[in-house]
């Protein structure tokens, strides 16, 4: 839902790939990413062919369990700003791989003729925005020292990624490097890599509508998966948004405690009845509610951008003290 870009992500490349693995292995050799023919023979499109589609399964499947974990940030962002992401660390990327190989030429005489192929770069590169944007929930302990977070799972499986061929930690070295210049306020690379407005229309116009899906209700959101891993993804999306209001509950205990008071009672009554009922809440009484908070009407705007109503945005900023992120996370949730 709301992530059409991210469904198409999934579904083209990975239909393709395991095309070229079972019946088509014969024309593999024109999506291998050689950079020696690239630099020697001036094969410019092999820099497209090789790093869209993967050759190999294991990494087909990481990295689609990857984009599927980072539809995230186009349900917050939208699907242009999204692209305008994807594009931007495709194409740094691109320019990061042919200086690391040279780089690693020069300095440790190792001649690298060839990388692995696929859309590993800007996954790799949407590690960056999770990191600096996505709050950090932590689930359980390990051992009394080692926590397990709600974002463990994504750190695991871009590190199963990591390791799964010789020269790949060099595609994830490029792609962190896309993403940190991409996201910087310094470069401002966002404002020259970005996707047309016209050509976003376009793309809603003729292939959104094949790849969109409609907001699921109730039922299908508790219901059964078909698969094993539509089944985890749902018992880990139970989870974080358990997560989420224990959190919420545990800021107000300590409000309360320090004098203050989180005044979540007031925060989407209609929306926390209709998706939330089984949640309880003690409300505290009038006279403990502090005056509303004045909310930043650039935080309101940024919360509609997304798809949020104003008065939802409004509510959501008032009862988390102007969080962004925890306003957010609590919509994305309800």
């Not at 932590?138 to 750190?155: A, D, E, M, P």
Request: net charge positive; glycine share 6%; hydrophobic share 45%.
């Amino acid at each position: 839902d709301k992530a059409p870009l991210s469904k198409s992500l999934l579904i083209v490349p990975s239909a393709i790939s395991i095309l070229l693995t079972l019946l088509f292995q014969h024309y593999q050799k024109f999506f291998a990413y050689n950079l020696q023919a690239v630099k020697e023979d001036f094969q410019i499109w092999r820099l497209v062919c090789g790093r869209t589609i993967c050759l190999d399964l294991k990494d087909t499947f990481c990295s689609s369990l990857l984009i599927y974990n980072f539809r995230i940030f186009e349900r917050r962002y939208g699907s242009r700003k999204f692209s305008s992401f994807l594009l931007g660390a495709w194409m740094l990327s691109a320019l990061f791989d042919l200086l690391l190989v040279e780089i690693t030429q020069y300095i440790f005489g190792i001649t690298i003729n060839s990388l692995p192929s696929g859309f590993l770069g800007p996954v790799f590169a949407l590690f960056v925005p999770f990191y600096s944007s996505i709050p950090r929930v932590q689930v359980t302990q390990v051992l009394g020292h080692f926590s397990i977070t709600n974002k463990s799972l994504v750190y695991i499986l871009g590190l199963q990624l990591l390791t799964s061929g010789s020269y790949i930690w060099l595609l994830a070295l490029s792609g962190l490097i896309s993403g940190i210049c991409y996201n910087s306020s310094i470069l401002k690379v966002h404002r020259i890599l970005c996707v047309p407005r016209w050509v976003a229309k376009v793309f809603s116009w003729t292939l959104e509508p094949v790849f969109s899906s409609t907001e699921p209700t109730n039922e299908v959101r508790v219901g059964m998966g078909a698969t094993v891993d539509i089944q985890r993804q749902q018992r880990m999306e139970l989870l974080d948004r358990q997560i989420m209001m224990s959190q919420v509950a545990q800021m107000r205990r300590q409000r309360q405690q320090q004098g203050g008071m989180i005044n979540w009672n007031r925060l989407f009554p209609p929306l926390r009845h209709r998706h939330n009922a089984n949640y309880q809440d003690h409300h505290p009484s009038e006279q403990g509610i502090p005056p509303p908070t004045e909310v930043s009407e650039e935080q309101v705007a940024r919360l509609m951008e997304m798809g949020f109503s104003r008065g939802d945005a409004l509510e959501a900023l008032r009862a988390s003290n102007n969080d962004l992120n925890v306003a957010t996370n609590f919509l994305l949730q309800h």
